[in-house]
């Protein structure tokens, strides 16, 4: 089975805090994906990549980054966390071929 | 931009009785993805389907495409309060992510 394992499960940061949220999948999986979730908007997608040290934005980026040093691990990060990044935020490792999204658990992160 | 809609957003229904779940899409793509969330819980893949006419079946859950009419349906027979989740439909991009629709918050009521 494939297992996307996020670090924290909930997080409370204070405005202004620089976050890191981790994930780290064991299929040795190219393409990984970072979402945020929010009650009547669905899943948005923040960021992806395909390999080590590549990032593509996808449709929310802003005040998002993310990196990719190991094929492993993709890491989101939130350079100065603001209130409206209060979210539900879920990683995925995509699986040819038939691309199959799996998703972790999920990191419920409030910025106060 | 691609665009998708589900319909209904919100479902109560009884044990027993069949429903359907409508995606719609705006723009041509050849996957289809369909998730089940329970609450407080991460997204399970359920079907995936790659061609028009395409159908898949599991237990009481069965999913179909038209890629002509960019329609999928998420069908159940005969619900059981197992079934109760948030569904969720989801278009595979040419290079990249999913775009997700809204997902269909499922009551199953005995």
């Known amino acids: 089975d494939v297992k996307v394992t996020q670090s924290s499960r909930y997080l409370v940061k204070r405005t202004g805090e620089k976050v890191f949220l981790e994930c780290v999948q064991d299929m040795d999986h190219e393409n990984m994906f970072w979402y945020r979730q929010d009650p009547g908007l669905g899943l948005r997608l923040i960021y992806f990549?395909?390999?080590?040290?590549?990032?593509e934005k996808g449709d929310i980026p802003e005040g998002y980054s993310v990196s990719r040093e190991k094929k492993e691990r993709f890491s989101l990060i939130l350079e100065s966390a603001s209130t409206n990044q209060t979210s539900m935020y879920l990683c995925?490792?995509?699986?040819?071929?038939?691309?199959?999204?799996?998703f972790g658990a999920g990191t419920r992160l409030s910025v106060l | 931009e691609l665009k998708v809609e589900q319909n209904p957003l919100f479902l109560s229904m009884q044990e027993g009785k069949n429903y359907t779940i409508y995606c719609n899409y705006s723009t041509t793509s050849d996957r289809l993805y369909w998730y089940r969330q329970d609450p407080g819980k991460s997204l399970e893949s359920l079907f995936v389907l790659l061609s028009n006419g395409a159908v898949k079946q599991e237990g009481r859950l069965m999913a179909s495409l038209d890629t002509k009419a960019r329609l999928s349906t998420l069908h159940i027979t005969a619900a059981v309060h197992d079934l109760s989740a948030t569904y969720f439909c989801a278009v595979g991009r040419a290079a990249d992510g999913l775009t997700f629709g809204k997902g269909t918050h499922l009551i199953i009521q005995p």
């Open positions: 990549s395909y390999d080590v040290k590549m990032k």
């Open positions: 995925a490792s995509r699986e040819p071929p038939k691309n199959i999204q799996y």
